[in-house]
Every structure is written in C-alpha cells, then in structure tokens.
C-alpha cells in the first residue's frame, strides 16, 4: 500500500511541473488583463524547440531555448491584443492553431511523424537523507524542474503581493485606466505580463519534452495547456490556488497511470478511454462545481483604449 | 479656447454636456494632447506627455467615474506608482502611516486599510482627492464631482473645497449644477461648444444668468411649484413589503411598500444601489419577487413577466439605454418597433408592415424633435439625448397607465431634460401613474408629487411636495450609514 502511494506521489511529482509551470504563465498574464488561451500553443513551441535544441547542445540550453519559443508566441499575442486591440480569445486560439499545424509540419519534414529522436534528458538529482526512505523518498530522484515548480509558486505570490511590480499588475488588470491617471504604463504593464506568461508556459513545454519524455512527440501537450487554464480558474487566478490545483490535476494524471499499470485487471471493467479522459473529467467536475464564484480580475479580456472609460 | 487658472483660487468650469469641459481638463491632466495650442504654467510653456508629467508639475484630477482599483485598499490605491519599498518589499505601514498623514493634514477620516469597494461613494471620492494631494497637487481638477453624492456629502465636499483654498490650493471645480456651482466657486467660466464665452464672478451673477449664459438663448424658466393635491386616481400600483434578492442572494429590497395612483408623478430618491434599480425591475416583471406581494394594474404583481407587464399597460423607460432600451445597431425605426413589432401599425397579421412603420416613426421624431428625423439611421449614430428621445417616445406612444422611468434626463442637456420633464408632465395630465426613479436629488423634487425615499433597499421616509426637505430628504437617504468624514 505505501510502496503504491509512493509510486503515485513520485509520477504526480514528475509530472506537475509542466502544468504549474503554465498554470503560473497564465495567472501572470490574465492578472494583467490580458486573456491567455494560447497557453497550449506557448506550451508546444516551448517543447518542440527545447527538444530540437537539445539535439545539439546541453539540455538545460535547450530548455531556455524553448521558454523563448513560449515567449515568441507570446509576443504575437502581445502585439494583437495589446498593440492592436483585437479579441484576447480569437488571438490566442489562433495561436494555438498555428503551434499545432506549425509543429507538425516542422516534426515530419525534419524528423519522423512520430516524435524527434531521443535526447539526454535533464539529469535528475538524488537527495541525499531521504532517498530510499519509505514515502518521503518519492521526493528525490527527480529533474531540478520539479524543485523549481515546488518554490517558484511561492516566489510569484510574495513578488504579487509584497511588492511595488505586484500591486501594479493586479491594479492594471482591475482598472488599467487608473493606472493611466497615475501616469503609469499600462502597454508597459501588460507586455512584462505576456512576455513573462509565455517565458513559463514555454518552460512548461520544454519540461515535457526534457524531464518528463526525452523526446518531442507527435501530440505534445496534449490539452495540458487547457488544463493548465482550468487550474488558473479553479485557483482563482492565485499563484498558490493555481499551484494547488495544478497539482492536483497531476496527481489525477498519476491515479490514471497508476490504476493502468498496478492493476491491469482493471481494464477489464472500465475501458481505456475512460482512464485516458479521467484527469480531463477531473477538471469538468471542478469547474462545474467551483461554479459562478469567479474572481476573475475585472478588467480582463478587455483591450486598454485610453479615451474611453 | 483659452483659460487662465489663478493659483489658489475656486473656479468653476461650467458648461452643457459636450460642451468639452471634460476634453479641456484631460487635455490639462495629459490624457489627451492638443493639437494647437499652449499651457503655460507659471509663465512656462510646458507640454505634458502623459499625466506623468501633469502630476510632476503639481496638477492632479478626480474623474467623474473614480479612477480606483476597486479590489485594492485605500493605502494601496494611493501609493500606486510611488510605493515605498523596504528592501525591494512593497512597506504597507508606510504607506498607511503616509495616508493617514495626509488625511490628518487636509482633516479627511479614512481608514488606510479598508478595501475600496467596501467605501461608500463619498468616501471613495475622498479616496481620490487624497490620491491627487498624495502626489504633492497644488491645482486640483474635480470633474462633475457631486454628480453621485448625497447633499450631505456634497456639503462636505465643498467644506473640503475651501479648505483646501485656505491651505493654498487652487480647486477646479467642473459642473453643470448651477446652484451648486454659485454656492461654492468664486470665478465662473462657461464653455459652449468648445469655447469660452463667458466669466463671472459668482457674487455677481445668478442661475438664470449661468444658465443662458450656458445654452447659448434665453429659454423659459423651469415650471414654477405647482400646488400640491392629494391623489385621487384610482391605484395603480399597489406594492405591500416587497422583497427581491440580489445576484449574491442578498436581500436588494427589503420590505418596500408604495403605491402609486394614476395622475401622479412619485420620486424615488436614493443614493445609487439601495435597491431603485431593483425595484423598477420588480415592477416591470424583469427581476422575479422573493416575498411581498401586490397588485399592478388589478392583478396581482407576483409572477409577472416583462411582457405581461407591457400587455397590463407598463411602459419602461430603463436606466441604461444601450444595454436595456436599444439595439444600438439596429436602425430608429426597427427600435421604435421593439416590443410592438407584432401589432399594427408595425405588423399587418403574421407580417412586419414597413409602410405602417416608417409612418409611425416619421410622426414621432417629428413630435420629438429628434435630429437628424431620420428613421434608417442606426440608433448609435444618434447623441444620447436623442437616443432617450426615441426611447421616450416609443414608450408613451404604447399609451401606458403606469410609466416607470429611471434616470429619464441622464446626460441629456439642459433643453433635452426640460423635453423629457414637459413630457412626463403631460402624461400626468393625461392620466398617467409615473414612477421616477432617480439619482439627481433635484430632478425628484422638482417632478414629483409624492417622494419615498429608498436607503439599502427599505423606504426610509415619504414626503408629499408640500413637507419636501432637501436635508431631511438627504438625511434618510444616507440614514443608518456610519459618519465617514
């Protein structure tokens, strides 16, 4: 019993980083006012370019490589919605359009339609005390991602709520013409916030294909970019609720993968699909029962126009 | 357009709506820039790029719709921009203790660590003139600043106002209430169209004055006090404790009981969000009755619909014209058909009929006076005075019994108001019960023959014409609130 739930303690741990990692991204820009849905998009162009990278040169250089790809996207995003003023929604769904045609296209011409060849993956790092004990142990043995996704949650919150940056952002997603009157940038604002969001919904991507898989395959992310939005959501557009709810997403990944593997005699009652749509009913239920109770910063999805109120 | 600012002195800007009192102050503040033209301050031509540069060189404006971050606190709405940090920390004792200072120093009492949509709108205006004077503004910009408070808190407001004159502060003061204007400016400038036409000292002149001064040709006065007579219609509406709950489950109106008789005008005063908006939904079978119950029009007011409504004789002319009265894109004569289109003469059987329509609408932008008289012109392309025209008309030209009008003149100019009011006037003659429901203290008292005042979604008094009393009035609209300031 306690070997099983180290073993899913251990696949929920390896497997979360990529959705906190968009989780935050999207916290960050939506907190702005800008709407993020290119999250999934951000997340593919971040995977496929730290994998295609990493081909070359060491991983970690990869993974930077591919945060920039997220920030890329990001920044045609920004220059619609911020610049132009189009729709948020239609911005980022084109963009996740694009990821996924784009990435196809890029992984058959160049590679196989099935995925890049295999890379050196992240190393992962054997914590020294707990490594062996019982339960605990399922912290060691993973990526340095997974350490990063444990702190920078919490980082993000103080920098929101204790400093002078933070008080800006949440106020320029409420009421950007506020900001305006007090001679603030509200473009300036939001920018840092996009560019920022996709920076970690690309390293939510290159995780994938670094620490997770070692290679960038054919689906990548697979919706996780969505569920990473629905963590948002349901964290209430918090750093530590999208935090918690993004883990909590994992962990019904894990249950998934689990119950597969530990009690293949379980196929025989519930089908595949079902356990393959499990993470994802997950997230319906949560959201269906979190419900009206939104808290959703007021200004957002709408452009900054400054003679209009 | 010119205009000189005296260093501390109490100007006021005066002016009809779109007369660009407001595109003036912006482009002082520097949200807007000017295409010709110089500032000269202190004898330096200066150029504001941003209102960065405006709150650098010590001018600072309240809005007419607050510039506040309603989630965040007072402290934090304040120091936005200018934080005081402590190793890189944003310092939130500072920053309280720095408010609570410049609170002290201009005698405001506000708590630095309330969240500002927990303030009550005075309070929150508060909050903004302290934003401006935090940022060390020598000239302060108010724009339309009484337009949402209480006589009370205006009265305070104005305390304000002088004070801050005393400690060396210019106050620009930007308006269309005369009254208000004369008992508190010292200077008067009055904008038409763009331009300066006039200034006057304020010891020096009247409302009368002002008021042609600002519409440019002597008008009638406003109707003189009629004499009051009890109702004797027959009851139109008859309300007994009227509960309706709020989106969040809260009790909007609790226990709300009136009547309202055919013949007469009654007022609903109130400050904003104390349940007028409800009420009127109530009324017009928008928004469903939690308890209470009623008759309107000899039928019970339980389970009403909009449409039962309009088929009992309830014409609804709705606060917010854009979302609720028009369809903005569609053309004057499809909207003067809204909620008739299946009748003659907008109908003939199962069929729109375009011949009757176009006859009807002509007839009545003619009786309106609503310019351009063009019925295929989309309604956005209309002012809003003329906007609410078409609303007006298309509602008493269903020929209601019971007329339930909030907010009938707002943003409407001086000439349009007096329009809306002459109408309304002329279907009590006719008849009519009308219930007006308004946020403009004045406009109730001079329309109406009964006043129930709404505070938190209970009548907290009724007043007939004859007992009507701007502070007693004002007194029970704001009752059970705690003394902010």
């Known amino acids: 019993m306690l070997e099983l739930l180290e073993a899913l303690l251990f696949s929920t741990l390896d497997a979360a980083p990529a959705l906190i990692f968009a989780a935050l991204g999207g916290v960050l820009s939506e907190r702005a006012g800008v709407v993020n849905v290119g999250v999934e998009g951000q997340m593919r162009a971040g995977a496929f370019c ?65 995925g890049t060849p295999a890379i050196e993956q992240l190393p992962r790092w054997t914590l020294p005390l707990i490594h062996g004990v019982p339960l605990l142990g399922a912290l060691s043995e993973h990526s340095g991602m997974t350490y990063l996704a444990l702190v920078l949650p919490f980082v993000f919150h103080a920098v929101l709520t204790h400093t002078p940056i933070g008080l800006r952002l949440r106020a320029v997603g409420e009421k950007p013409h506020a900001v305006a009157t007090l001679g603030l940038s509200v473009q300036g604002l939001r920018w840092g916030a996009v560019l920022g969001g996709g920076l970690l919904a690309g390293l939510g991507g290159a995780v994938l294909s670094t620490a997770v898989l070692d290679r960038f395959e054919q689906h990548t992310p697979a919706g996780l970019g969505f569920m990473a939005l629905a963590a948002m959501v349901f964290g209430r557009w918090t750093p530590l609720g999208a935090f918690g709810a993004a883990s909590f997403f994992a962990f019904g990944n894990a249950l998934r993968i689990g119950l597969a593997s530990s009690a293949p005699g379980i196929l025989e009652f519930i089908p595949q699909g079902f356990l393959l749509a499990l993470p994802y009913l997950l997230t319906l239920i949560l959201l269906a029962v979190q419900g009206q109770r939104s808290s959703a910063p007021a200004a957002l999805g709408t452009p900054y126009e400054q003679e209009s109120r | 357009m010119s205009l000189e600012i005296r260093a501390g002195e109490l100007l006021a800007l005066v002016g009809e709506n ?398 349009a108001v007096a329009q809306v009011h002459a109408r309304l006037r002329e279907e009590r003659a006719r008849g009519v019960g009308v219930l007006l429901i308004s946020l403009d203290l004045e406009e109730v008292l001079t329309m109406s023959d009964r006043v129930y005042v709404l505070f938190e979604g209970k009548v907290t008094g009724t007043f007939t014409r004859p007992e009507f009393d701007e502070r007693e009035i004002g007194r029970r609209m704001t009752c059970a609130e705690p003394a902010h300031g």
């Open chain 2, 18 to 415: 779109g007369a660009g009192k407001s595109s003036l102050m912006n482009v002082l503040y520097g949200l807007y820039h000017p295409d010709e033209g110089d500032i000269l301050l202190d004898g330096q031509p200066v150029r504001f790029k941003s209102p960065r540069d405006a709150i650098a060189r010590g001018i600072g404006m309240v809005h007419q719709h607050f510039m506040l971050v309603p989630t965040l606190t007072v402290a934090e709405n304040v120091v936005l921009g200018r934080e005081p940090t402590r190793w890189g920390r944003l310092d939130l004792e500072r920053a309280c203790a720095e408010v609570t200072a410049t609170c002290q120093r201009f005698g405001f009492q506000l708590d630095p660590r309330a969240r500002v949509d927990t303030l009550t709108v005075g309070s929150q205006q508060k909050v903004e003139i302290v934003k401006a004077l935090h940022r060390g503004a020598k000239v302060l910009i108010l724009d339309e600043p009484t337009a949402v408070l209480t006589p009370q808190e205006a009265e305070d407001l104005f305390r304000v106002a002088r004070g801050l004159k005393e400690q060396g502060h210019t106050v620009v003061f930007i308006s269309h209430k005369l009254r208000e204007v004369l008992s508190v400016a010292e200077r008067i400038a009055v904008m038409r169209r763009g331009a300066l036409v006039a200034e006057v000292k304020a010891a020096e002149t009247h409302v009368a004055e002002l008021a042609n001064l600002m519409v440019g040709e002597s008008r009638p006065g406003q109707g003189t006090v009629e004499p009051y007579q009890p109702p004797t219609g027959e009851v139109l509406l008859e309300a007994l404790a009227l509960k309706a709950l709020g989106e969040d489950g809260r009790a909007v109106l609790d226990g709300v009981t009136l009547t309202v008789h055919a013949g007469e005008i009654v007022g609903i005063a109130g400050v904003d969000g104390n349940g007028q908006r409800e009420l009127a939904e109530v009324i017009t079978g928008l928004r469903p009755l939690a308890e209470g119950q009623g008759t309107l029009l000899n039928r019970p007011l339980s389970a009403l619909s909009p449409d039962e409504a309009r088929r009992r004789g309830v014409s609804h002319v709705p606060e917010d014209r854009l979302r609720r009265a028009v369809v903005k894109d569609m053309s004057v004569e499809e909207n003067m058909a809204l909620g008739r289109q299946g009748h003659p003469p907008f109908a003939r059987g199962p069929w729109l009929d375009f011949a009757g329509r176009r006859e009807r609408t002509q007839k009545l932008l003619g009786a309106y006076d609503v310019r351009p008289p063009d019925p295929l012109l989309p309604v956005q392309a209309l002012s809003g005075g003329n906007q609410q025209k078409v609303v007006v008309a298309r509602e008493l030209d269903s020929q209601p019994k019971l007329l339930v009008v909030v907010q009938p003149t707002r943003g409407l100019d001086i000439s």
């Open chain 1, 50 to 114: 730290a994998a295609v990278a990493a081909l070359f040169m060491p991983t970690p250089l990869g993974v930077v490589l591919g945060m920039l790809a997220g920030a890329g996207l990001a920044a045609i995003h920004g220059y619609l919605s911020i610049r132009w003023r189009s729709d948020q929604v239609v911005s980022g769904m084109a963009i996740n359009l694009v990821a996924l045609a784009g990435g196809t296209f890029l992984l058959e011409s160049l590679y196989s339609p099935n």
